[in-house]
């Protein structure tokens, strides 16, 4: 599961966004494989997770 927000300020000049991938920690799996004389199991997983805070601001406003 991925969860963002983003919120304005100023104006709406100012935006501030959250995001969080794999909030549950649930992007892995597991395997087994086995054949004659042969047997193999594992996990895996994916990537950890992850958060990021982005912030980005507006110096002037486009002219329209």
Do not use: C
């Not at 963002?4 to 909030?23: C, E, M, P, Q, W």
Request: without cysteine; aromatic residues 14%.
């Amino acid at each position: 599961i991925d969860v963002g927000a983003s919120r304005d300020f100023l104006k709406k000049n100012l935006t501030v966004t959250l995001n969080i991938r794999d909030l549950l920690n649930q992007r892995r799996w597991s395997y087994e494989r086995f054949d004659d004389g042969f047997y193999e199991d594992g996990e895996f997983q994916w990537m950890r997770n992850s958060i990021s805070l982005n912030v980005s601001y507006i110096l002037s406003s486009p002219l329209i």
